[in-house]
C-alpha cells in the first residue's frame, strides 16, 4: 500500500513525547503531519483546515477524546478517527466507535498495525466520499438541479444553455431571486467539457467585502488577525472546473477591478502572498440587478461588465410562464410526498387554478416552498384549495389582478391533466391513478383536447 504525498494526518495527544515520536514515524511514512496537544486544539484544527486522519489519545486532562470527537464528527463526518488507548480503557474506545470513530489501538502501539489501520480507514473514507461525490452530481444533473419547463421563454433559455455548455464562454446569468440561476449554471457545467472537474458556488452578497478577497483567492498564513494556516481559495478549488459567482453585483469597485484582472490574465497571488497562482477556471456569474443600468450608474465597471457578459441568459419570471406552473407543481408535489411519506396524488382543478393565477414574486422557489407547506399539512388525497397558502407581500389587497382574467377552469384542468401525463412518462394508467380518475375518464379527456394519438410529453425540455 503506498502512500500519496500530502496526506494529511491529525495527532492529538497531551503527552509531548508520544506526540513527538508519532509526528517522526508518520512523517517517515510520507504523511503530513499537524498536532494538537487537547481535545479543544483538534477541534479548532479540524474547523480550520481538511485532514485525511486523526489519530487522537482518548485520555486527555482539559477536553477528553470522547468529547473532542463528537465535535470533530459534527464539523466534518467523513473524517475517519482512530483513538489510541490504554488497555484499561478499552471498553472507552469502543464506546468512541458506537459515536463515529473507525477503529481504536492500544498502547504501546503495534506501528504495523497502525499503518495498516491508517491506510484502511483512509481507503474506506475516500471511497465514501467518492460516493458522495457521485450521488451529489448525480442529484444535480438529474433531480434537485433539473430545469423543468415547456413554455416558449424556458425552451429558448435552454437551447441557449445548451449551446453555452459546447464553449468555455464566460456567462452572464440575470433574472429574478428565486428563478434557478443556479440550476442554469450547475446545467452548463455539467453538460460541458468540464462536468468531471469542481463546479465551485460562491455568493458574493453573503460574504463581507474583507473577507472575500480570501474567499477567492486564499490567503497566507499571518496575512492578517486570525490567518492561523494557509488557505486555498475558490479560485484555486475551482482548477479546471467552473466557478460560480452568484450576486456578483454586490462587489465592491475595488473587487471588481481584482476580478477583472484574474479574468484577463488567469493568475492571481493569495492574500498576504507573493507566489503567482495560475488557474484554469471558467467563470458564470449571476444577478437578480441591470448590471447595464448599474454601469450608467457607476457602481459597476463596464470593462468588468463586457468581459461577464461574452454570453447573456436570462431567466424568465414565473409569471411569465405560467404555462410551466403545473408541471413544476407535479414535480414538487412528487418529491414532498416521497421524503414526507405522504399519498396524495395531485391537486384539485380549483387548487391548480390557485396556484397558476398567483403573481410568484418569489418565482420558483416560492412554488417549491408552498407545495412543500402544502403536503406537509394535508391529509386527503389531493391538495385543495384551501391546502394552497399564499404569501401576497403588502398584503391581499395589494395582489396585482393582471392575471385573473385569461384562464378558464377548463384550460387549467387540461393544464394539470398533461403536466402530470407528462410527469409520468405518457403512462395513462399511472396518470388516471394520480390525477384520482379512472383510464376511461383520462382517455375521453385526452380525445376532446385532440393529444390522444400525439406525444404526450409535449415540447418539455430538462437540462
Request: contains cysteine; neutral net charge.
Amino acid at each position: 500500500m503506498g502512500n500519496q504525498p500530502d496526506r494529511a494526518v491529525l495527532v492529538v495527544d497531551d503527552d509531548l513525547g508520544h506526540r513527538t515520536m508519532l509526528k517522526t514515524l508518520l512523517g517517515g511514512w510520507d504523511f503530513k503531519v499537524s498536532e494538537a496537544s487537547d481535545g479543544q486544539e483538534a477541534i479548532d484544527a479540524v474547523r480550520d483546515a481538511p485532514f485525511d486522519l486523526v489519530l487522537m489519545d482518548i485520555r486527555m486532562v482539559k477536553v477528553s477524546g470522547l468529547e473532542a470527537l463528537a465535535s470533530i464528527k459534527e464539523i466534518n463526518p467523513a473524517i475517519p478517527v482512530i483513538i489510541m488507548t490504554a488497555y484499561s480503557s478499552v471498553e472507552t474506545a469502543i464506546e468512541a466507535m458506537k459515536k463515529g470513530a473507525y477503529d481504536y489501538l492500544t498502547k504501546p502501539l503495534d506501528f504495523d498495525a497502525l499503518r495498516l489501520k491508517m491506510e484502511q480507514a483512509m481507503e474506506h473514507s475516500s471511497l465514501k466520499e467518492e460516493n458522495r461525490i457521485l450521488k451529489s452530481l448525480v442529484g444535480e444533473r438529474f433531480d434537485s438541479s433539473n430545469i423543468i419547463g415547456r413554455s416558449p421563454a424556458m425552451v429558448r433559455l435552454l437551447e441557449t444553455a445548451q449551446r453555452a455548455s459546447a464553449s468555455d464562454a464566460t456567462v452572464l446569468v440575470s433574472g429574478e431571486s428565486g428563478t434557478g440561476k443556479e440550476m442554469v449554471a450547475g446545467a452548463i457545467h455539467y453538460n460541458s467539457s468540464r462536468k468531471d472537474g469542481p463546479f465551485i458556488k460562491i455568493n458574493c452578497a453573503a460574504i463581507s467585502e474583507g473577507l472575500l478577497e480570501s474567499e477567492l483567492f486564499g490567503h497566507e498564513k499571518g496575512a492578517f488577525t486570525g490567518a492561523l494556516r494557509r488557505r486555498e481559495g475558490s479560485f484555486k478549488q475551482a482548477h479546471r472546473g467552473t466557478l460560480f459567482l452568484d450576486e456578483v453585483s454586490e462587489m465592491s469597485l475595488a473587487m471588481q477591478a481584482k476580478l477583472l484582472r484574474v479574468i484577463q490574465e488567469r493568475e492571481f497571488t493569495r492574500v498576504g502572498g507573493e507566489e503567482v497562482i495560475r488557474v484554469d477556471v471558467r467563470i458564470i456569474a449571476a444577478t437578480n440587478r441591470d448590471l447595464a443600468q448599474m454601469v450608467r450608474e457607476r457602481t459597476f465597471r463596464e470593462d468588468l461588465f463586457y468581459r461577464l457578459n461574452v454570453i447573456h441568459l436570462s431567466v424568465p419570471p414565473l409569471r411569465e410562464r405560467r404555462e410551466d406552473i403545473p408541471l413544476l407543481a407535479q414535480h414538487f408535489l412528487g418529491l414532498f410526498t416521497k421524503k414526507n411519506a405522504k399519498d396524495i396524488k395531485g391537486f384539485t382543478p380549483q387548487a391548480m387554478d390557485r396556484l397558476i393565477r398567483h403573481t410568484w414574486p418569489g418565482n420558483v422557489r416560492e412554488l417549491m416552498n408552498t407545495i412543500e407547506s402544502a403536503v406537509v399539512l394535508s391529509s386527503t388525497p389531493n391538495l385543495r384549495e384551501e391546502d394552497i397558502t399564499l404569501v401576497y407581500p403588502g398584503g391581499e389587497d395589494a395582489v396585482p389582478q393582471a392575471i385573473p382574467a385569461e384562464l378558464t377552469l377548463d384550460e387549467v384542468e387540461r393544464s394539470t391533466i398533461l403536466a402530470v401525463l407528462s410527469s409520468v412518462g405518457g403512462n395513462k394508467s399511472e396518470a388516471a391513478r394520480k390525477l384520482g380518475i379512472t383510464r376511461a375518464t383520462l382517455h375521453k379527456k385526452l380525445k376532446s383536447y385532440g393529444v390522444e394519438g400525439e406525444n404526450l410529453h409535449g415540447p418539455s425540455r430538462r437540462a
